[in-house]
């Protein structure tokens, strides 16, 4: 260990960061080993990268933002529907089509003590979010005959509660051997001075590197060679947090394959020009997904010939792939996105400081950016009150409250 521990300071020392070895004395054997691992598994070079362009913004001078075509479903033909429908079920009967759940988070701004997963919407039976999303796969099962694998992404921090989690609940009725765990990678947080910090506990503070990281960690945790292995050519990514999100959706996987893109992503109609949303859009002629913060009021508010927004389609996180699309992207990071946020953490005298308003910075990616090394994607537009019922919030917009109403309404309970 006495090598190690000579390699993380000679590491740090040369990036300026030699404090995070303050209280190593401190630390029992175990922990000692736990911190020279995180140190040495750090790339600083790309730490000391995203610091320096931590107050620059995507669009680049010279890059030509456009509106993207979509299909708006509640525009198709009825022969349109079936047809998609049709291939769609056939997929889905083929046993090539598999589910990944992004589920790392936890319940904290729900006031929830455990992953988000596990938290229960308050209907009738009372469901987890795991179970609502389980039984969507579990009528797969009963009208295909058919075991879809089903993959779910956690993160360091909830992992080992979300794996109980499922063992206690006996995988709610879904074969165990279907079900695979896998966890999402983590960045260090960083101070407004570039420093990283440390836990309370002594070690790296360290936060999920944001859903765009599904990519590397599926590469990383031999996710994609299992989807070959099983033959699986579709792949449906997305939330936990989303009890409507309709991950065995025939029609859209029926409209990929009749189309010939390699992905789709859902949209829904932005409610109005100002709503803090991404949006689908070409990014110098690729698919991309433009963020409320990139775009000008006057481009938000742009209309067409038929008066609708021509940045009008929401990213909603409801993303289907084809497997050679995933190899496509490959495990190449993609570019991150900086959010200033509240952390508790220990300074270099070794003080507890919990701040009272923002006070480091958190990187993420998102897998939207993805979509840019893509040649062509499909977009389909659905319906919010079918497709969305997102439960981030305690209260108000987009709460369990909301989210309740919404399936209520849609499942008539």
């Avoid at 009528?139 to 993160?155: G, H, R």
């Avoid at 790296?204 to 050519?233: C, P, Q, R, S």
């Avoid at 029926?254 to 991404?278: D, F, R, W």
Wanted: glycine fraction near 8%.
């Amino acid at each position: 260990m006495e090598e190690k521990y000579l390699e993380a300071k000679r590491t740090l020392q040369e990036y300026n960061q030699e404090h995070l070895l303050n209280f190593y004395e401190n630390l029992t054997e175990e922990k000692k080993e736990e911190l020279l691992r995180e140190i040495l598994s750090i790339d600083f070079k790309q730490l000391e990268n995203l610091y320096k362009g931590i107050n620059s913004t995507k669009i680049t001078s010279g890059q030509k933002i456009e509106p993207i075509e979509y299909v708006d479903e509640a525009k198709l033909t009825e022969e349109q529907k079936q047809n998609y429908v049709q291939k769609g079920k056939e997929v889905l009967k083929s046993g090539k089509y598999a589910v990944i759940t992004m589920a790392g988070g936890q319940g904290t701004r729900l006031g929830h003590n455990g992953p988000k997963g596990t938290f229960k919407l308050g209907i009738n039976p009372d469901k987890s979010l795991f179970e609502i999303l389980c039984d969507k796969l579990k009528k797969l099962q009963i009208e295909y005959n058919v075991i879809t694998p089903w993959y779910i992404m956690t993160s360091k921090e909830n992992n080992n509660d979300t794996v109980k989690f499922f063992e206690e609940n006996n995988y709610f009725g879904y074969p165990k051997e279907a079900v695979k765990f896998f966890k999402q990678g983590e960045i260090p947080m960083i101070d407004k001075n570039g420093k990283i910090l440390l836990t309370e506990e002594g070690l790296i503070k360290e936060a999920a590197d944001g859903h765009g990281g599904i990519f590397e960690a599926m590469f990383k945790n031999n996710v994609v060679e299992d989807l070959k292995t099983k033959n699986i050519e579709w792949i449906f990514i997305g939330p936990i947090d989303n009890p409507l999100v309709q991950m065995t959706d025939e029609l859209m996987i029926g409209y990929s394959v009749s189309e010939g893109v390699l992905a789709t992503g859902k949209s829904i109609v932005k409610a109005n020009p100002k709503e803090k949303v991404g949006v689908f859009c070409k990014r110098d002629g690729r698919p991309s997904v433009v963020e409320y913060t990139e775009i000008s009021e006057e481009m938000a508010e742009e209309t067409d010939e038929n008066g609708e927004l021509k940045f009008g389609e929401s990213h909603i996180n409801c993303n289907l792939f084809n497997i050679k699309a995933i190899e496509k992207i490959g495990n190449d990071k993609l570019p991150y996105h900086t959010a200033f946020k509240k952390a508790t953490y220990i300074d270099t005298e070794g003080n507890t400081i919990k701040p009272t308003e923002p006070n480091c910075y958190k990187f993420e990616s998102f897998i939207f950016d993805a979509f840019e090394k893509i040649d062509r994607m499909g977009i389909l537009r659905g319906s919010r009150e079918n497709e969305f019922a997102p439960v981030k919030n305690a209260e108000g917009v987009d709460s369990p409250e909301t989210a309740r109403e919404l399936y209520k309404k849609y499942y008539n309970i």
